[in-house]
């Protein structure tokens, strides 16, 4: 039996497990999948999970031309792909519609990790939509090495009991050690604006699906694919979680009934694009100017000759 009473939202503050409130709640995990404590490796229809690497206690994810996202609170100034580091050499915020500011940060680095650019969500799927979810979190427990995680089960005043007693919650315990997982959700609620950010919410809540997931520490910054029926797009950014009052560990913990807040990208998709892809003019007058020299160079040449 589960109750889900008195969630609160919390922001995934990167260095700790994502904490600061928020008009929803407060923060953020490694993507803990209910069913396994593998998927540390790309799925075998890979939505982009190479782009997603760590960023101080958090996660970021590479979009292409040394650009990058994650969460505005993920403050690191180096971010690292598989076993390399790059230090950030400018960082934006990114705005609303009504230009105020959100949770969200676009960072250029200082290399090129050599990764495919990701495609960005141009509309919001409907709810009840599947979505793949990757983040650099807590992983839960596995005390028996059996590749599943353990659960933990509390009465009403959150003691921990048995599976065999009477319970009202069942969720799963992390560890300090991170790394990056996938798993999957499907959308719960849209148009939800937190964090002051516009985004949408997941819940984890027993629905059947193959590995659900829910974020917790560290998870912040991490990537929410979805694919359109031809190609995965990044549909958004993993910002905060809704715990349950009371809820032991708070954000180091996944509880059924705990929901992730994710920033929704398609409402900043064009300001994105207009900071990272040049603008076309710009590279037309450069090689009609490269011609230009060209060809003057050859007349040159031709005449001195």
Not at 284 to 303: D, E, S, V, Y
Request: charged residues 10%; contains cysteine.
């Amino acid at each position: 039996m589960r109750i889900n009473l008195g969630i609160t939202l919390r922001r995934l503050v990167a260095a700790v497990a994502f904490a600061a409130a928020i008009a929803l709640g407060q923060a953020s995990l490694a993507v803990v999948v209910s069913s396994t404590t593998l998927n540390s490796t790309a799925p075998p229809d890979d939505p982009g999970f190479a782009n997603v690497g760590r960023s101080g206690g958090g996660t970021a994810v590479y979009i292409g031309n040394q650009w990058a996202l994650s969460a505005w609170h993920v403050t690191s100034t180096a971010f690292t792909w598989g076993a390399t580091s790059y230090n950030v050499v400018q960082s934006i915020q990114l705005t609303n519609p009504d230009s105020s500011t959100t949770d969200l940060r676009l960072f250029r680095i200082d290399g090129d990790p050599g990764l495919p650019s990701l495609s960005l969500a141009s509309w919001l799927p409907l709810v009840g939509s599947q979505v793949t979810m990757i983040g650099n979190g807590r992983l839960p427990f596995d005390a028996n090495s059996d590749n599943m995680p353990d659960p933990t089960y509390w009465d009403g005043s959150w003691n921990e009991v048995t599976s065999s007693d009477p319970y009202d919650y069942e969720g799963y315990q992390t560890s300090p050690t991170k790394g990056v997982r996938w798993g999957n959700n499907l959308i719960e609620q849209t148009g939800v604006f937190s964090l002051g950010t516009h985004g949408f919410l997941t819940q984890f809540d027993q629905n059947g699906l193959q590995y659900e997931a829910q974020a917790v520490a560290g998870d912040s910054g991490g990537g929410v694919f979805y694919t359109n029926g031809s190609q995965w797009e990044l549909l958004g950014i993993m910002l905060g979680v809704a715990t349950i009052s009371g809820q032991p560990g708070g954000v180091n913990t996944a509880v059924f009934g705990n929901q992730t807040f994710m920033a929704d990208l398609s409402v900043y998709r064009n300001q994105i694009l207009a900071i990272t892809i040049p603008e076309p003019g710009t590279g037309i007058m450069l090689f009609t100017a490269a011609i230009a020299c060209a060809a003057f160079g050859r007349r040159r040449r031709r005449g001195i000759g």
